[in-house]
């Protein structure tokens, strides 16, 4: 089966001339439109500036557990208050490749437990949030992957929750990145089990990607929720925040693919 392979750059302006809601004396924030050819609609696209040119990109959007893997480069005008997708290549890790051709599996037969199984529908899908610098290296990444099941009322279990972070030391241009701490917490469930909520966050720094006495930090703050028939069966909403900071800050972009 063909496969549609795509990742997502955000890249900024850095004017900030219209728009703005002013929510304190450094801390401002822009909801941003589609423009007209936009490649993939997002449910909402969100530029907060924190102060001195710093600042965060909060994407969500809506992805489907069926093998395609999704990605998209969006551009973001603050002059406008406006965005752009574009599709992009993306080509998977070695181990991506493995996680990608896994796929669930459950023996056949006439027990009471197969003809249970056998009135489920099975998931498996994936958020990867990474920060790319000026040159298009990847310097930093943080992916959720989820397995979940459906049975017929529509109820959800996730059967599998894991998060996987990486961090360039050294990147293909001798810079070196570091973890900074991270966070997963334990999935949880809506009042009726037709969603699940799975949390998670990575920091990430680095002291040499330009001044070595200047430090740059990075953040990804990602959010998976797996949705029941009513909405989508096997689709599931995401949201993705890029804290940046530091020298050069401005210059990092985020990456988002989902599977």
């Not at 752009?84 to 051709?101: G, N, R, V």
């Amino acid at each position: 089966m063909s496969k549609k392979w795509i990742v997502v750059p955000v890249v900024l302006s850095l004017s900030f001339l219209s728009a703005f809601t002013v929510l304190g004396k450094e801390n401002k924030v822009m909801k941003l439109k589609a423009e007209p050819g936009s490649e993939v609609i997002l449910k909402k696209v969100e530029y907060r500036e924190t102060g001195d040119g710093e600042g965060q990109v909060t994407i969500e959007g809506r992805a489907t557990a069926d093998g395609i893997i999704e990605a998209y480069q969006i551009q973001i005008d603050t002059e406008n208050g406006t965005y752009i997708t574009k599709p992009l290549d993306y080509e998977l890790s070695k181990e991506e490749k493995e996680e990608f051709e896994a796929e669930l599996s459950y023996e056949k037969g006439d027990s009471t437990e197969n003809k249970l199984l056998a009135a489920k529908s099975y998931y498996k899908g994936w958020l990867r949030a990474s920060t790319e610098d000026p040159v298009r290296i990847e310097t930093a990444a943080s992916k959720i992957s989820m397995s979940w099941s459906e049975d017929i009322d529509g109820l959800l279990e996730c059967t599998s929750s894991t998060f996987n972070t990486w961090a360039a030391n050294p990147s293909e241009f001798d810079t070196h990145w570091y973890k900074n701490g991270q966070s997963f917490p334990k999935y949880t469930y809506n009042s009726d089990n037709s969603k699940i909520t799975q949390t998670a966050w990575a920091a990430y720094y680095n002291y040499d990607f330009g001044n070595d006495n200047l430090r740059t930090d990075v953040k990804h703050n990602m959010t998976m929720i797996p949705v029941n028939k009513k909405i989508g069966s096997g689709q599931f909403d995401y949201k993705v925040t890029m804290d940046k900071s530091g020298e050069a800050s401005a210059l990092l972009q985020l990456n988002v693919t989902t599977n």
